[in-house]
């Protein structure tokens, strides 16, 4: 047996594997491609700041905003390790307009994962030395295996998801996952390449003191979240709440779940249904909320439980320790 300290992700989960319900191995492969491409992204994520490869692409993404270079890079090494290991039948990222079909007139192609990725999340803070983050997703398909992947099998609501987790590019750069038996944060050592395990089972704490949210957005907020932010504010019991922002959504969450507190993303009069994404950002961050006693709301029900209708659609968002969330949830709800 391993020393629980000295595991590394490699060894941690072929351990785990066979705990796995649906184990095939294929799973497995699927997360060792991912542990691979994010040490490459990684490594380009550490020398933005050294070469002329930031800035924008001059190319809009899907949702009209503008495209950083390392967004594309991401992308493509992503995209690339994924369909080169062919582990997986299908991929949508946020910065595709469309979803990839993989080998998918090869019959013999019995691949029966899709993996949903928002390659490099906070991409605004790239240029400022401030930690994005890699997000990802996985789903077993609910077409045949064999045949071509189709819309069907990426629209799941997020209670089907088998795997999910992020990877933090920060001070230091970890690799956070669930496959539904709680949450485990690894730590890259840069010299060996080679993520250790850091974090066992992580566990949001019950409540929280730190919120996190735009509040330049306050005025277009609905009064329920108005009235949550001033609540938050208030001097009674252990509030004043403190507030942090970085505008990445994985490393607010990353804070929060160690230290305690709540993301909020809601919407707001200028937009309907706030601005982060059903699929590539809010289910896979609930899932590993959940997974770590903390809750994922849009105000009104679990996150996880919303049908989706389209790929890049956009859902309000509550996710942290779970007091904090149910609290708001009553705001919005009175
Ligand atoms: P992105 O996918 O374009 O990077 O946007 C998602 C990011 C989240 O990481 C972050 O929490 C949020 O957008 C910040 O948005 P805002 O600047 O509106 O507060
Ligand atoms: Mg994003």
């Known amino acids: 047996m391993f020393e629980k300290q000295h595991l590394t992700l490699g060894e941690f989960i072929i351990a785990n594997q066979d705990s796995f319900q649906y184990s095939s191995g294929e799973l497995s492969r699927l997360l060792n491609g991912i542990r691979l491409a994010a040490k490459?992204?990684?490594?380009?994520?550490?020398?933005?700041?050294?070469?002329?490869?930031i800035g924008t692409a001059g190319e809009m993404n899907i949702q009209g905003e503008n495209q950083q270079k390392l967004d594309v890079l991401a992308n493509e090494k992503f995209i690339q390790t994924l369909k080169n290991?062919?582990?997986?039948?299908?991929?949508a990222s946020e910065e595709e307009d469309d979803f990839i079909s993989i080998n998918s007139f090869d019959e013999n192609h019995q691949n029966k994962y899709?993996?949903?990725?928002?390659?490099?999340?906070g991409s605004s803070n790239i240029d400022v030395n401030v930690s994005v983050g890699t997000i990802f997703s996985i789903y077993r398909r609910v077409t045949p295996v064999g045949t071509p992947v189709t819309l069907k099998d990426f629209l799941q609501p997020g209670k089907n998801q088998i795997a999910a987790g992020y990877i933090i590019y920060g001070t230091s750069t970890m690799l956070v996952y669930t496959t539904g038996?709680?949450?485990?944060?690894?730590?890259?050592?840069?010299?060996?390449?080679?993520?250790?395990?850091?974090?066992?089972?992580?566990?949001y704490p019950e409540t929280g003191k730190i919120y996190s949210v735009n509040e330049g957005n306050y005025i277009h907020f609905?009064?329920?979240?108005k009235d949550y932010i001033k609540y938050c504010q208030m001097e009674e019991g252990d509030r004043p709440y403190t507030s942090r922002y970085i505008g990445s959504l994985v490393s607010d969450f990353h804070r929060n779940m160690i230290k305690g507190g709540i993301y909020m993303y809601p919407k707001s009069s200028v937009a309907q249904n706030g601005k982060l994404r059903l699929l590539y950002e809010c289910n896979p961050m609930a899932f590993l909320a959940e997974q770590a006693g903390?809750?994922?709301?849009?105000?009104?029900?679990?996150?996880?439980?919303?049908?989706?209708?389209?790929?890049?659609?956009r859902v309000?968002?509550?996710?942290g320790s779970k007091k904090m969330v149910e609290k708001v949830e009553e705001f919005i709800q009175a």
Do not use: W
């Open 40 to 53: 490459v992204v990684n490594h380009e994520v550490n020398k933005a700041g050294l070469v002329d490869i």
């Open 222 to 225: 609905p009064q329920g979240v």
């Open 85 to 91: 290991r062919e582990i997986v039948c299908g991929i």
């Open 181 to 203: 038996n709680g949450v485990n944060g690894f730590t890259l050592n840069p010299a060996l390449g080679t993520f250790y395990l850091s974090h066992p089972d992580m566990k």
């Open 316 to 319: 309000p968002f509550f996710c």
């Open 294 to 313: 903390g809750k994922a709301s849009n105000g009104f029900r679990p996150i996880m439980e919303i049908e989706p209708t389209e790929l890049h659609e």
């Open 114 to 121: 899709i993996v949903l990725i928002d390659p490099l999340d």
